[in-house]
């Protein structure tokens, strides 16, 4: 049986890299069973998540003259 300690090391590897099966089994029974590991594992996922959704948009992505217009209308349309 994992600890947490080797849980969240594990969670935060498992995003580089795919983990070995057993490892990934050790790691998903921990997380049936350990509420803490589950909610660390989904903040985890979560800000992975975010940064790519960061690092997609960043740095070369300027809006393009159509979304500028879509905002602008519903800016407008919001200020009532
Ligand atoms: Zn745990």
């Given at each position: 049986?994992?600890?947490c300690?080797?849980v969240?090391?594990?969670?935060s590897?498992?995003?580089?890299h ?10 998903r ?22 940064m ?12 393009s ?8 209308n519903?800016?407008?349309t919001?200020?009532?």
């Amino acid at each position: 049986m994992l600890t947490c300690k080797e849980v969240s090391k594990l969670v935060s590897e498992s995003l580089e890299h795919p983990l070995p099966f057993r490892q990934r089994m050790g790691v998903r029974l921990h997380l049936m069973m350990c509420s803490m590991c589950r909610a660390y594992q989904k903040q985890t996922l979560l800000l992975r998540a975010a940064m790519r959704t960061y690092a997609r948009h960043e740095p070369s992505e300027p809006l393009s003259e159509q979304a500028r217009q879509r905002i602008k209308n519903a800016l407008k349309t919001d200020g009532k």
